[in-house]
């Protein structure tokens, strides 16, 4: 039986109430800016349910999530994070996406003109997993399933969980099928969804028949995660198993 988790991006909303709902260990992601406010958020969610683990999902400024585009500076900043012991033993998410919130021409500029601080920046990143194991942090990295401009890493070299996001919601359906089975190939945790809209806004809703059968179909995956906190009710949570 699968592990049902949760991706909350907006922690300080009132979501976090949702967690009463959950009656499984289960682990849910909080974003947060920093560390500091994360512990918040942490604190808060275990005085609501004591059977959640709360990770931490650091949320950067400037790109939103991490990639070779965010600057040195933010990811310094989270490499001396990943160092505090405040964090030791607490799983952490490194969301590695393109960040799509900004216009696409800053995007289209940077690789032409600044791809070499792109690959150093992409160096940088991979150095952040041996700073998350000096506090014997969990490390999951949410992913594309097919990576793009070092948003994925060698797993071989690096002891990391991949989560594939595998939202069907915003999937074409004559694609459905085929993302589905390539995602269950990779043996993988996967995340589901989207039963909440997220940081874009635009991001349709899963309906609870595609969810379960998404849940069915990927039942022998240890772990998933659900997107998000936010979009979970009591009716929802027994449905699933959460």
């Given at each position: 039986m699968s592990l049902i988790n949760f991706f909350e991006?907006?922690?300080d909303s009132g979501s976090l109430l949702n967690a009463k709902f959950i009656k499984n260990k289960s682990i849910v992601f909080l974003a947060a800016k920093s560390l500091k406010q994360f512990l918040s958020f942490a604190k808060k969610i275990r005085s609501i349910n004591k059977k959640v683990v709360p990770g931490y999902w650091p949320i950067i400024e400037g790109t939103y999530w991490i990639s070779p585009f965010t600057s040195e500076t933010e990811l310094?900043?989270?490499?001396?994070?990943?160092?505090?012991?405040?964090?030791?033993g607490i799983p952490v998410l490194l969301d590695l996406e393109l960040p799509t919130l900004?216009?696409?021409?800053?995007?289209?500029?940077?690789?032409?003109?600044?791809?070499?601080?792109?690959?150093?920046?992409?160096?940088?990143?991979?150095?952040?997993?041996?700073?998350?194991?000096?506090?014997?942090?969990?490390i999951y990295s949410a992913e594309y399933p097919i990576p793009f401009l070092d948003l994925s890493f060698n797993y071989k070299k690096i002891p990391c969980q991949r989560i594939y996001m595998c939202y069907t919601s915003m999937s074409p359906n004559i694609l459905k099928s085929a993302f589905r089975y390539f995602v269950k190939k990779q043996h993988c945790p996967v995340g589901l969804g989207v039963i909440a809209k997220g940081i874009l806004g635009d991001e349709k809703i899963i309906t609870e028949k595609d969810l379960l059968y998404d849940l069915k179909y990927f039942k022998d995956t240890k772990e998933i995660f659900i997107f998000r906190l936010g979009g979970l009710t009591y009716e929802l949570a027994v449905k699933i198993g959460a």
């Open positions: 991006e907006f922690s310094n900043r989270l490499g001396r994070e990943f160092m505090n012991e405040k964090l030791k900004r216009p696409k021409r800053d995007l289209i500029k940077q690789i032409l003109f600044n791809f070499t601080t792109l690959k150093n920046n992409a160096t940088i990143i991979s150095g952040l997993y041996s700073q998350l194991q000096h506090n014997k942090s969990p």
